[in-house]
């Protein structure tokens, strides 16, 4: 699934979300719900720099919920890529982190797929080029 | 006798249930951050802590980009 198909079943099954952006590890936006493509990565940097910012002893934190009187943010990663929304007040927080976990889950699934696709690819492309010699040895 | 016990109890429940909303209330409307790690802890930053003062601002900046 990719990350535009992702965000919108996101905001779909969750009510509660108001806007979200799913950012690379590099920052690079890779679906927003928000139409501004710089509010988008103004909003991915941002998400950057309170990861990066809330690193403790125990490292880099796997999710942030901030709270406010007029709302809450919420920071999701996997490690590299990450996910960021924003929600009214007093969320169903646990709900939230799962379905923000299902949107990074399900938008890594295509390049998961493509990837033991390519390695499987290279490995036959090997065998074919093995299969001369192999003729040639019988 | 048996009916103003009922009602007794029922204020009691009721008063309660309202102690424990306000609580509640109250607890939620604090501005907080909650951060999670991969090894399962969280911790939580209240407003007035030095931890607090570095997350809220780039959480205030999210907030303002995704509303403005």
């Not at chain 1, 699934?1 to 009510?15: H, P, R, Y």
């Not at chain 1, 690193?55 to 007029?70: D, K, L, R, W």
């Not at chain 2, 931890?51 to 980009?65: D, G, T, V, Y």
């Amino acid at each position: 699934m990719d990350a535009a198909k992702a965000l919108a079943d996101l905001v779909e099954i969750s009510s509660q979300i108001e806007s979200a952006v799913l950012a690379g590890p590099d920052g690079a936006v890779l679906g927003s719900t928000l139409a501004d493509a710089s509010r988008s990565e103004a909003m991915a940097r941002e998400a950057r720099e309170l990861l990066d910012a809330a690193a403790g002893p125990a490292g880099p934190p796997s999710q942030i919920e901030v709270s406010f009187h007029e709302g809450c943010v919420f920071v999701v990663t996997d490690g590299e890529r990450l996910v960021v929304a924003v929600t009214g007040r007093d969320p169903t927080a646990g709900l939230v982190f799962y379905d923000l976990k299902t949107c990074l889950r399900l938008s890594g699934e295509d390049e998961r797929a493509a990837a033991p696709k390519a390695a499987a690819g290279g490995r036959r492309r090997k065998k074919k080029d093995e299969e001369p010699e192999a003729e040639g040895e019988a | 006798m048996k009916r103003r016990l009922a009602a007794f109890v029922a204020v009691l429940g009721a008063l309660a249930g309202a102690a424990a909303f306000w609580r509640r209330r109250s607890g939620a409307a604090r501005e907080r951050a909650d951060v999670y790690f991969p090894d399962g802890s969280m911790v939580t930053f209240a407003e007035g802590t030095d931890e607090a003062a570095r997350l809220f601002p780039p959480a205030r900046r999210i907030l303002a980009q995704a509303r403005s």
